[in-house]
């Protein structure tokens, strides 16, 4: 089961990417406050990328979720670093035992701090290739296409990105 931030499916919904993600295993959720922020919001600002994900949403590649006001949420929801769609992640992933996808440092810092796992949007992209839902093209292309919409990859990530691609490639 996965638990989606706004970053993985803005950027991969960017990329014309995010209808890979229909082959993951286990469900895909978005929490009701990142469904707001990435999709109502995106709607009313005129991003095409927030029809994407709505239209995955109706086709039911991702259910949207309430989020429980759990004590890990009202704990969460007091660190004015971490949004309210951050916390509705953190805090649903915490619940259901499961990963949070979201590539913020400092999201994945606090997910660390209270035992939640967290995986990035290039680790789904090489998960992807790795199971053979898509070459080796296809993924780095899907990199290069979220860094070209404005996703941020620090040079060292991005090589090593190239060189976790190219063993899974060899193997």
């Known amino acids: 089961m996965w638990v989606f931030d706004a970053t993985p499916l803005i950027y991969l919904a960017k990329a014309e990417r995010l209808v890979f993600l229909k082959d993951l295993d286990g469900p895909r959720l978005i929490p009701e406050p ?12 005129g991003y095409p990328d927030a029809r994407r994900i709505e239209r995955l949403v109706d086709d039911e590649v991702f259910q949207v979720v309430t989020v429980e006001e759990t004590n890990t949420y009202k704990r969460l929801l007091e660190n004015n670093r971490l949004s309210e769609a951050d916390v509705s992640v953190l805090s649903c992933a915490k619940r259901r035992d499961t990963v949070a996808v979201m590539d913020e440092t400092y999201g994945r810092d606090v997910a660390a701090t209270e035992g939640i796992e967290t995986r990035g949007t ?22 290069d296409a979220m860094l070209d919409a404005g996703w941020y990859c620090a040079p060292d990530v991005y090589a090593k990105i190239l060189t976790n691609l190219d063993r899974i490639v060899e193997s």
């Open 34 to 45: 990142v469904y707001i922020e990435v999709v109502r919001t995106g709607i009313e600002e």
């Open 122 to 143: 290039a680790f789904l992209v090489l998960l992807l290739a790795k199971q053979g839902v898509i070459d080796s093209e296809t993924a780095r292309g899907t990199i």
